[in-house]
């Protein structure tokens, strides 16, 4: 797996790939590591205890069999609408902008963005708390007030890079946009 490695804001590991199909057209996907089989064993576990604890005091069969069922569905949920695998962002000087996530189940989602609609791509930081957060974002333009955005898309929000990823991201994509300019 070529790409390199970086933490996220948790300090998981991430690893980000660079693909450079011409000198205006480039992808750059952060994946992250897979779903822990650790982690997967010891949520179910602590489910079924904690339902084998209430089955001990009521001697209802139906306890057991809600608990498997929920431990079922809520692991199928997490894997289709919460747990991402890879996150990406084409970026294709001519056409447009195109966000892409891959969940852990394998469903897909996608969203593109024309080019005569990004006005720019910026570095946003978030403070919550005690805590700086920054973001790459997909600046688009209001059809009404051309000079003023009108919406601020984040990308890569479910891998949460550190600051020196999102630099490289950044610097790459204002090369693209600059070559779009001129």
């Keep these: 797996m070529e790409g390199k490695v970086y933490s996220d804001i948790h300090g998981e590991e991430i690893r980000l790939q660079q693909h450079s199909y ?10 992250r590591p897979k779903i822990s089989f650790r982690s997967l064993t010891g949520c179910t576990c602590a489910v079924w205890l904690a339902a084998y604890g209430v089955f001990y005091y ?8 809600a608990a498997i069922l929920c431990t079922i569905l809520g692991l ?18 001519s056409l ?12 897909e989602s996608t969203v593109f963005l024309e080019m005569c609609r ?5 570095i946003n930081e978030a403070i919550s708390m005690s805590r700086v957060h ?4 997909i600046l688009l333009r209001d059809p009404a007030d051309p000079q003023g955005p ?4 984040p990308v890569f929000q479910g891998s949460q890079p550190r600051l020196e990823c999102l630099v490289e991201i950044y610097r790459s994509c204002q090369e693209i946009l600059s070559k ?3």
Excluded at 77 to 88: C, P, R
């Design 22 to 31: 011409s000198d205006t057209c480039q992808e750059f996907t952060v994946i």
């Design 58 to 65: 009521t001697q209802h069969s139906a306890v057991l069999s």
């Design 76 to 93: 199928l949920l997490y894997l289709h609408l919460v747990k991402i695998d890879q996150e990406s962002l084409l970026l294709l000087g």
């Design 96 to 107: 447009g902008l195109q966000k892409s996530l891959t969940f852990a189940s394998g469903r």
């Design 118 to 122: 990004v006005q720019d791509v910026i």
């Design 134 to 137: 920054y973001n790459l974002c």
């Design 150 to 153: 009108s919406q601020v898309i």
């Design 180 to 182: 779009r300019s001129q």
